[in-house]
């Protein structure tokens, strides 16, 4: 049994802009360099373009991955693994998704980038509040002139003109990052892939539920939506104006909802 690292409760309340952790050299390096190569030789599908992200090709169908990445997602999702999880985030109950509605493996390749957002807070299948992502990143010798930095942003920087993010972590082979998922914890890998032609920024991506949540974590109320925001310094288009609109009411929020289940 593979033996995590001891949980640091306090450091991950106590982060800003909300609750998380970054943690390297998580797993031993022989093992996900076995991984890496299995993710770096499958052939990936590319998911539709939207106005929120640019060539985002993911796998979220375990019998579709490879066997040594199929272990390592069932381990994450494993039992032991979310004792860990509860010890560290102080959130009891926590449930995996053995779906991995919008996570598994994620693949961008130059060009390719993931506007600031806040995630879907609902699970529809599993009727639970989604409370936790984590992710795991998968790029030796990764370069940061190459781009790819997982953003997280305060709500009120993102609103004001001359806002900046208050964290930036490169995506570097076995590096961890744990974060609460609300809809205030925004956060996206928003710059334009600068990697060479033959590197993708890779990482497996795994969301941890759990039955109840406290509703000053919600402003979405069973949203399965996610909310692109655009930075100070950019603008996301009409599409991304009606977005805004439309989740934001209710009923046309559920039409949003309906529409995304049958894409």
Request: net charge negative; charged share 25%; aromatic share 12%.
């Amino acid at each position: 049994m593979f033996n995590y690292p001891k949980a640091e409760p306090a450091s991950y309340q106590n982060a800003t802009p909300f609750p998380h952790i970054l943690l390297d050299n998580f797993f031993p390096d022989e093992r996900l360099r076995e991984v890496a190569s299995e993710i770096k030789a499958a052939n990936i599908d590319p998911e539709a373009p939207g106005y929120g992200w640019l060539d985002k090709r993911r796998v979220s169908d375990l019998e579709k991955m490879p066997p040594k990445t199929r272990q390592l997602v069932e381990e994450l999702n494993s039992p032991a693994f979310l004792h860990w999880l509860e010890e560290l985030t102080g959130i009891e109950g926590l449930q995996p998704d053995p779906y991995l509605e919008g996570g598994g493996v994620h693949q961008i390749p130059p060009g390719g980038y993931l506007k600031i957002h806040t995630d879907f807070n609902w699970h529809r299948r599993l009727g639970l509040h989604r409370r936790i992502n984590a992710l795991l990143y998968l790029n030796e010798d990764w370069q940061d002139e190459w781009g790819g930095q997982l953003e997280l942003w305060d709500e009120k920087e993102i609103a004001s003109e001359e806002g900046k993010a208050s964290a930036a972590f490169s995506p570097l082979f076995n590096r961890m990052v744990i974060f609460s998922t609300t809809d205030f914890s925004y956060h996206g890998h928003p710059h334009k892939l600068q990697c060479p032609a033959d590197r993708t920024r890779n990482s497996i991506a795994l969301y941890y539920y759990s039955k109840d949540r406290p509703a000053s974590e919600i402003k979405f109320e069973q949203s399965e939506m996610t909310n692109y925001r655009a930075r100070p310094d950019e603008q996301l288009g009409l599409k991304h104006k009606l977005h805004q609109v439309l989740i934001r009411v209710p009923l046309l929020r559920g039409f949003l909802n309906a529409i995304r289940r049958q894409s």
